[in-house]
């Protein structure tokens, strides 16, 4: 249904558009009309805000396993949806104001429509998943080609020119490898030297696209160094959850897990993937699990222990604080304290079963614990013994 709308709507802009600026007289760029302008400037602003708010919150709401590969899939079913929307819009507003001496509409409105039918294909086909990458550069080479042929080949206009440059500026994120990346600009630059030695293009064409390319090359390398520090600072965070001590989980409003740590594997011996949903609790068997209840009973930052049945059959004490991410999702953080269990326990029998008189009182004096033999030598039960003063006990002489 979304899709019908879409191509529905970029229909009715390519048949608006058709007799281009004369159809609309009141479109006149004029003082007295300037608010036009600003009306359309306003609304493309509030829609691709809203768009973002809408990709943002999406990002935001789901955690799932670092994937370099899913989140390059992910970037680029944005940009086909994005652009599948903005070349035919921002060419049909060119064509409005006659900006070019021939309108492109048609062809941008047919790119338009392949952006947006590969987009809702790469949804459920896995054909086009697969490939998602190559179509992209595909369709980014296809783009740069008729861009530099309307550039060095037909008559000058500003708008292809910008358009080239817009292009040389997105490259970097089609070319992630900075090997590529550096190889495709400079067989730019060498097409470019070819095209003035063969007196295709003038001496100014081939300096100020030289310079542009050099500048944008430049300021490519500033961004990615800037991307690259913040890489590693996720890459070390990254490292830091999935190998260190601690057991790190993220649950949904229902209990079911949309996040788990990879040192799940040395702490309880099952594996990321089969603990997703509600499957950690079945296979832990957890008996407090109290599902959707947890999160309206919630304290944040509250320190608790569950008894866990790891993957083998044995059993672990995890100590878990649980700290809110946003409305739909609690991080449960957890250390494994079985071996101080165990070790409080055998502390605990070795006290108890001790045939010396142990016992502990408070700042009063009062009983807060006595061991067997204490409470058979006093000859009291131990409910008799604890909350009562040791004075008591002591002989006036």
């Known amino acids: ?16 558009s058709t007799s281009r600026a004369n159809s609309f007289p009141f479109l006149d760029l004029n003082q007295n009309n300037a608010w036009f302008c600003l009306i359309i400037i306003v609304v493309l602003v509030a829609v691709f805000n809203f768009g973002i708010a809408k ?14 590969n899913n989140e390059r899939n992910e970037q ?14 921002s060419e049909f507003f ?38 998602f990458r190559t179509i992209f550069i595909s369709i980014f080479l296809f783009s740069l080609s008729y861009c530099v042929f309307k550039t060095c080949f037909l008559a000058f206009e500003i708008v292809d020119f910008a358009q080239l ?7 970097s994120k089609v070319f992630k490898n900075v090997k590529n990346y550096n190889l495709f600009f400079a067989l730019n630059l060498f097409t470019y030297f070819i095209f003035y030695t063969f007196s295709i293009i003038e001496i100014d064409l081939f300096i100020i696209i030289s310079y542009s390319i050099s500048l944008i090359v430049v300021l490519n390398y500033i961004n990615q160094t800037a991307i690259l520090n913040s890489q590693n600072k996720l890459l070390f965070a990254n490292e830091i959850v999935n190998k260190g ?56 930052e509250r320190l608790y222990t569950r008894k866990l049945k790891c993957k083998d059959g044995s059993i672990k004490f995890i100590q878990w604080k649980d700290k809110i991410f946003n409305e739909n999702m609690i991080i449960g953080i957890g250390q494994d304290i079985t071996n101080e269990i165990r070790i409080e326990n055998q502390y605990k029998n070795l006290v108890q079963n001790a045939t010396d008189i142990i016992f502990e009182v408070d700042d009063d004096g009062n009983f807060i614990f006595a061991n067997d033999f204490t409470v058979k030598i006093l000859g009291y039960s131990k409910e008799m013994l604890l909350g009562r003063n040791y004075s008591e006990f002591i002989r006036n002489d």
């Open 165 to 171: 440059l817009i292009i040389y500026f997105f490259a």
């Open 245 to 300: 001590n601690s057991l790190i989980i993220g649950t949904n409003k229902l209990g079911e897990l949309t996040f788990c740590s990879e040192s799940i594997k040395t702490i309880l011996g099952y594996s990321s993937t089969e603990v997703m949903g509600l499957e950690f609790w079945k296979l832990t068997e957890d008996s407090e699990f109290i599902g959707e209840k947890f999160h309206e009973n919630f304290i944040d």
């Open 1 to 16: 249904m979304c899709f019908k709308k879409i191509l529905f709507f970029l229909i009715l802009l390519f048949w608006s």
């Open 76 to 89: 680029y079913k944005t940009y086909f949806l994005y652009f599948g929307l903005i070349f035919p819009l």
């Open 94 to 131: 060119l064509s409005i104001f006659s900006i070019r001496t021939k309108s492109e509409l048609i062809y941008y409105f047919l790119l338009g429509t392949i952006l947006l039918i590969i987009y809702f294909l790469s949804i459920r086909n896995q054909f086009v998943k697969r490939h």
């Open 55 to 68: 990709i943002e919150k999406r990002y935001k709401s789901v955690i799932s396993n670092y994937s370099e």
